[in-house]
């Protein structure tokens, strides 16, 4: 069964503090990855997608991706408790089905 | 406004009494999908469309049917809805699953059945 794992939490860090989301993923096929965010009760929302190997900024994110590990993360800099959500990873691969971590609820401390 | 929308957002209703949850998508999206999410489970997929036509089983589809007759239309239905099915529904859509297409979400359907 090919999977995306994601350790629950919560993770706790203080308000600016960098926020470190780590998704571990077993399909070697695996080509695209995506970072949602989830308000509790709310729909995913799109925060990051990611290709290749290194990393990829987008304004206090920073997606990275280790297709050698198997690894995908997110960094989240100058934390915010409008940060405060759970936060899915996602990956496709060749099959026709996006799979999901459970996600990882992240909560910052004002 | 490029989105993903379902109706209604909150439904109750009886064991048993059929009903429909409607998605539209306004991106020309070729793959659309339905997701149950419950705590502690994370997403599961229903069932998926790679288009107009095509449709399969996701992780848990029993209990529910899909159609897609129209490349922008996924109605979700359930003929016989049983509390078991308690959950909170999204509907997806992407351009296709390939290299650089994300999943769009739509708001979300509350349901309960009693």
């Known amino acids: 069964q090919k999977e995306v794992e994601q350790n629950s939490g919560p993770l706790s860090v203080p308000e600016g503090a960098i926020a470190s989301l780590n998704c571990t993923y077993s399909d070697r096929g695996s080509q695209s990855f995506f970072w949602y965010r989830q308000y509790s009760g709310k729909s995913p929302e799109l925060i990051m997608s990611?290709?290749?190997?290194g990393d990829k900024e987008d304004g206090r994110f920073t997606a990275q991706l280790n297709k050698a590990s198997q690894y995908v993360s997110l960094l989240i800099r100058d934390s915010q408790p409008s940060d405060s959500a759970t936060y899915l990873c996602?990956?496709?691969?060749?099959?026709?089905?996006?799979?999901f971590g459970t996600g990882t609820r992240l909560k910052v401390l004002a | 406004e490029a989105q993903v929308t379902q109706n209604p957002r909150y439904l109750i209703t009886v064991t048993g009494k059929k009903l429909t949850v409607t998605c539209s998508q306004n991106m020309n999206h070729e793959y659309m999908s339905w997701y149950r999410q419950d705590p502690g489970l994370g997403l599961r997929q229903i069932y998926y469309?790679?288009?107009?036509?095509?449709?399969d089983k996701g992780d848990v589809p029993e209990g529910y049917k899909v159609s897609r007759k129209e490349k922008r239309n996924f109605p979700l239905i359930l003929e016989s809805p049983s509390p078991n099915q308690t959950s909170l529904y999204f509907c997806a859509s992407s351009f296709r699953v390939s290299y650089n297409s994300p999943l769009h979400f739509g708001n979300g359907t509350r349901l309960t059945v009693t």
């Open positions: 990611i290709y290749s190997n």
């Open positions: 996602a990956s496709t691969s060749g099959t026709y089905k996006y799979i």
């Open positions: 469309s790679m288009n107009v036509e095509v449709t």
